[in-house]
């Protein structure tokens, strides 16, 4: 399968497609074009015909067109999906589940016939849209290391993926998964800030995500300890310790950690459901 004609299906054009979609045709690793989609509702499908993607009258002829087909529907959908489209599955296409919460076993058995169907689950989250995605990869038993390679390569090119075991993915949804929802929260709420002090909303706004992309470029390329570099910012007796010491007052360590393992959690919970 040559990457450049890899023909990929969205099963589900909810707001993860739409950002996987965007993403790939961004990246130019997929066009629009050689993509697939199906949705119950048709104003997703026109959307996504907008952009060039082909709709499909229902998903087993998505499958039949598609080489990677992403299960990208709410977690209670995906193992009955996986059953729809048992027979048009083959050892040569690959399923990716991006579902929160549904494991491999869920997917593999819920295969009619009790094929050998390579399923890979990711967790991406939705900054893949501008190429700054953090995902996670577990492949399924049926995998062979060359489709591991291009499911791989296709997340890549959207952002940062790693291979993790699979027990792995409650904890990675708990931190980048639902991860871009808390960072929006603490733009929004610093962005408040500034407007209380007298700031543009714009301006505010600009100022709170450029100092959150700032510092997340600092960690990620000088390698440095994020305390380390929250002490250069903390002059003694200056303006960043007063504001340390509310967040800290707030709770504001316990709440993100507490955060980061409710999200795990749930995703647990979402496999038994
Ligand atoms: N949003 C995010 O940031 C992330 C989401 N995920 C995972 O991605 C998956 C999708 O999430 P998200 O995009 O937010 O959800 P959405 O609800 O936006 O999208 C899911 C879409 O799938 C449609 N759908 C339902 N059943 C079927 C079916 N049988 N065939 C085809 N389409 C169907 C839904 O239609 P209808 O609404 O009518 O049911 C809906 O439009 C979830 O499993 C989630 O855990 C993973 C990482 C991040
Ligand atoms: O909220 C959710 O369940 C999904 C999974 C990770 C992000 N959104």
Not at 26 to 53: A, H, K
Not at 73 to 94: G, H, N, Q, R
Request: hydrophobic content about 40%; glycine content about 10%; charged content about 20%.
């Amino acid at each position: 399968m040559s990457d450049s004609n890899t023909k990929v299906g969205f099963i589900g054009s909810g707001m993860m497609a739409e950002a996987l979609g965007g993403g790939f045709s961004n990246s130019g690793i997929v066009p629009w074009e050689n993509m697939y989609c199906t949705d119950p509702w048709q104003p997703r499908l026109d959307l996504f015909t907008s952009f060039g993607c082909n709709a499909c009258k229902d998903n087993r002829e998505l499958t039949r067109n598609s080489d990677v087909i992403f299960i990208a529907v709410k977690p209670y959908a995906a193992a009955t999906v996986m059953k729809e489209i048992s027979k048009e599955l083959t050892e040569d296409k690959i399923v990716i589940s991006i579902c929160a919460g549904v494991t491999l076993e869920t997917l593999e058995n819920a295969i009619s016939d009790g094929k050998s169907v390579p399923v890979v689950r990711v967790m991406p989250n939705t900054p893949c849209l501008v190429g700054a995605c953090a995902a996670a990869l577990a492949r399924g038993k049926f995998v062979t290391d060359e489709q591991a390679d291009l499911a791989l390569k296709l997340m890549q090119s959207v952002g940062v993926c790693v291979v993790v075991q699979e027990k792995l993915l409650d904890a990675v949804t708990g931190v980048s998964g639902s991860g871009p929802a808390y960072i929006y929260q603490v733009i929004e709420a610093m962005s408040d800030g500034g407007v209380l002090c007298g700031l543009p909303r714009d301006v505010s706004t600009k100022l709170a995500a450029q100092t959150v992309m700032g510092a997340a470029k600092m960690v990620l390329e000088k390698g440095t300890h994020p305390g380390q570099l929250k002490d250069n910012v903390t002059s003694p007796g200056g303006t960043t310790i007063a504001a340390v010491h509310e967040l800290e007052k707030g709770g504001v360590r316990n709440s993100f950690i507490n955060a980061v393992k409710a999200a795990a959690e749930r995703s647990k919970e979402l496999s038994k459901e």
